[in-house]
């Protein structure tokens, strides 16, 4: 995998015994110099501890450092918990010398496991110890639980004439579903940019990537999306509504977009990512509507598994999706192969149908013919090794 830098960040990415593989458990990002700051937390009413510290900071909206621990998601552990994100804040803001109040704590893994706190402190000496610019594929490796391989994405644009780099991690395996459960990503710019633009890059792109994805409709205490801008480009600040806004957005989307179509293509026990794109409908709401419906049906995706092209199960999700259609209008396809045409099965079609879903990736067309407007959303097949990943994940 090529190196991936960003101008004026440092990484470190480290093992201080968390998980019992002695894999890498721990990881810093660290900029050298504050760094305007936007975050997205999940919306599950149970927060981890830092999630709740990670909200109070971001009330500044600058941050200069994010420690995150991975095996121990610091999540149902009360005031403890609290007082252990903060502490570890505090033992980095010493390690980097710069305030607590700029450190953003970030964790993931096993809830209900009060933080192995000792060894965080140990961890995070030793990871300021070891910060580079070149580091930032192994703390991208830290950041990971489940996950069968690390995930980044990077694009660069230009912005007045000087060029700028966006980079992004992430991780996410299991319980992923729309409004960002269950992930940790952190997207990294040189760029300069005014907090409210930032802010609104990141809920636009955030909308079209991480809001369009599932793997088993399943939501996390952990999930946080955090967008760091510190400025090292100089380039005039982007501000709200310039075309320079526009330009980095549509670069940071397309990191986003790489990031959460990675992040359903190694959900636990898949082996397909399926884009169910549906046309044809009267407005976007109802078309994601429909979408998420087919998307998250677990007989949909098991036929997916098995490459079984049982377009009764789709016809069924688009049935119960709660918007109104009428069935002998509908179209379906698997990458232009017809399983349905105006509401009307067509078997002779099974046999390519079947090849397709035997096919890493493939799309999924779903023709309402209502309207103009449509949306996509990106899942996943589900098999056998996510039962048995899940059944024992604490154990």
């Known amino acids: 995998m090529a190196r991936v830098t960003v101008p004026g960040f440092k990484f470190a990415g480290i093992a201080c015994g968390i998980k019992k593989s002695r894999k890498k458990d721990l990881a810093v990002i660290f900029s050298e110099r504050p760094a305007t700051a936007a975050a997205l937390f999940t919306t599950n009413r149970v927060k981890a501890a830092p999630v709740l510290v990670g909200l109070k900071r971001m009330k500044r909206g600058v941050l200069q450092a994010v420690v995150v621990n991975s095996g121990n998601a610091n999540a149902c552990t009360g005031s403890q918990g609290l007082g252990d994100a903060e502490a570890a804040c505090r033992e980095a803001g010493l390690r980097l010398r710069i305030e607590p109040k700029l450190v953003f704590p970030s964790s993931t893994g096993v809830i209900g496991i009060p933080l192995p706190t000792e060894k965080m402190r140990r961890g995070i000496q030793e990871a300021a110890k070891k910060l580079s610019l070149k580091s930032f594929l192994h703390a991208a490796e830290a950041i990971l639980t489940t996950d069968r391989f690390v995930k980044v994405a990077t694009a660069s644009c230009l912005l007045k004439g000087r060029r700028v780099v966006i980079a992004g991690m992430a991780k996410g395996a299991g319980m992923i579903a729309p409004n960002l459960a269950t992930m940790l990503v952190y997207i990294l710019t040189d760029a300069a940019v005014e907090r409210r633009c930032l802010d609104a890059i990141l809920r636009r792109s955030a909308e079209e990537t991480f809001n369009r994805i599932t793997v088993d409709g399943d939501m996390s205490t952990n999930d946080t999306v955090l967008f760091l801008a510190n400025g090292f480009a100089g380039n005039s600040p982007v501000r709200r509504g310039s075309r320079e806004e526009r330009v980095l957005g549509q670069a940071t989307q397309r990191v ?3 990031l959460a179509v990675k992040l359903v293509g190694d959900g636990e026990g898949t082996t397909k990512v399926a884009e169910i794109r549906v046309d044809g409908s009267r407005s976007v709401a109802e078309a994601k509507k429909v979408a998420f419906a087919v998307a998250n049906s677990k007989l949909v995706k098991t036929a997916f598994f098995g490459a079984d092209p049982n377009f009764g199960r789709i016809m069924a999700a688009i ?47 779903i023709h309402l013919h209502h309207g103009k407007r449509f949306a996509s959303v990106w899942t996943s097949d589900l098999g056998y090794e996510y039962i048995r990943i899940n059944s024992a994940y604490r154990t």
């Open 256 to 258: 986003m977009k790489e």
């Open 319 to 365: 049935g119960y999706a709660g918007v109104g259609i009428q069935p002998e209008r509908i179209d379906v396809s698997f990458d232009g192969v017809i399983v349905v045409s105006k509401g009307v099965g067509i078997n002779s079609t099974e046999r390519a149908a079947a090849r397709v879903l035997r096919r890493p990736s493939f799309t999924v067309r």
